[in-house]
Nanobody, 115 residues
Framework: QVQLVESGGGLVQPGGPLRLSCLAS????????MGWYRQVPGKQRELVAT???????SCADSVKGRFTISRDNAKNTVYLQMNGLKPEDTAIYYC?????????WGQGTQVTVSS
């Protein structure tokens, strides 16, 4: 059974940092491309950042220079380091795993940026 379990969400003040983690099980983690997406009510889910099995990364323009995605294949975990958080970063953040036609999602973790 495939599971993606996110953690690390919460309430943070504007300008503050937060690190999200996603622990994967039931997949050969090292071959999967991993990603972070986010969604606010009434809007489409949007891509935040991705990292391939080989470690190549990409991220949305809106978070470039502030967010960093990384992975630890030994721990089956992908991370999203978020710095300089803004109120518009408030959303539910979802972990995603993809390989060929297999795509899996986590249950999401809430990130709220507010003073």
């Amino acid at each position: 059974q495939v599971q993606l379990v996110e953690s690390g969400g919460g309430l943070v003040q504007p300008g503050g940092p937060l690190r999200l983690s996603c622990l994967a099980s039931g997949i050969v983690f090292r071959v999967y491309s991993m990603g972070w997406y986010r969604q606010v009510p009434g809007k489409q889910r949007e891509l935040v950042a991705t990292i391939t099995g080989g470690g190549s990364t990409s991220c949305a323009d809106s978070v470039k220079g502030r967010f960093t995605i990384s992975r630890d294949n030994a721990k089956n975990t992908v991370y999203l380091q978020m710095n300089g958080l803004k109120p518009e970063d408030t959303a539910i953040y979802y972990c995603n795993a993809g390989f060929v036609r297999s795509i899996y999602w986590g249950q999401g973790t809430q990130v709220t940026v507010s003073s």
